[in-house]
T-cell receptor, first 110, second 115 residues
């Protein structure tokens, strides 16, 4: 079967660092995406990893370990506007469809 | 330079009626996806189109659901004999290609309510 696991909710403080983990089991692997979704809005792209290692993009970084079926999204210098759901998604090789996790709701408090 | 558009933005229908949801992808994008998102839940894959290839329909929940993509551009998702459990936000996304790491650009969604 195909499964993507993320924590349901996390809370962090403005200015802090938070790490959102994602583990996956899919039939084939052709890359992992992170998307941000604010309440009532469509998801927007944050990052893409296909090789092991860390990809850094401003305040956001994403890490991938294919052998462990594991990724994390790291958010630094948290801002109130970072309060949103963060969706981990894996593109499988069979048919190239993308499987999304249920998302992690992040609450940033002052 | 328009993004992905979807219509209608909201649709309220009676149980048993048919509905059609439309998606206009970004011009030049060959890959098009349909997802369903229930309140507070993640995205459920429904169907994927890539160019002129046969679509991947493996996510369609029942034979009441169908989709087509005409001329490699606009797509229509049709739900026949709607049920209350079909109530959700239906999201369409397109990407430059489905066969590499191109990200998906999402439309604003159609909120479907079946009464």
């Amino acid at each position: 079967g195909q499964n993507i696991d993320q924590p349901t909710e996390m809370t962090a403080t403005e200015g802090a660092i938070v790490q959102i983990n994602c583990t996956y089991q899919t039939s084939g692997f052709n890359g992992l995406f992170w998307y941000q979704q604010h309440a009532g809005e469509a998801p927007t792209f944050l990052s893409y990893n296909v090789l092991d290692g860390l990809e850094e993009k401003g305040r956001f970084s994403s890490f991938l370990s294919r052998s462990k079926g594991y990724s994390y999204l790291l958010l630094k210098e948290l801002q109130m506007k970072d309060s949103a759901s963060y969706l981990c998604a894996v593109k499988s090789t069979g048919g190239f469809k993308t499987i999304f996790g249920a998302g992690t709701r992040l609450f940033v408090k002052a | 330079g328009a993004g992905v558009s979807q219509s209608p933005s909201n649709k309220v229908t009676e149980k048993g009626k048919d509905v059609e949801l439309r998606c206009d992808p970004i011009s030049g994008h060959t890959a098009l996806y349909w997802y369903r998102q229930s309140l507070g839940q993640g995205l459920e894959f429904l169907i994927y189109f890539q160019g002129n290839s046969a679509p991947d329909k493996s996510g369609l929940p029942s034979d009441r659901f169908s989709a087509e993509r005409t001329g490699g551009s606009v797509s229509t998702l049709t739900i026949q004999r709607t049920q209350q459990e079909d109530s959700a936000v239906y999201l369409c996304a397109s990407s430059l290609s489905g066969t590499s790491g191109h990200e998906q650009y999402f439309g604003p969604g159609t909120r479907l309510t079946v009464t």
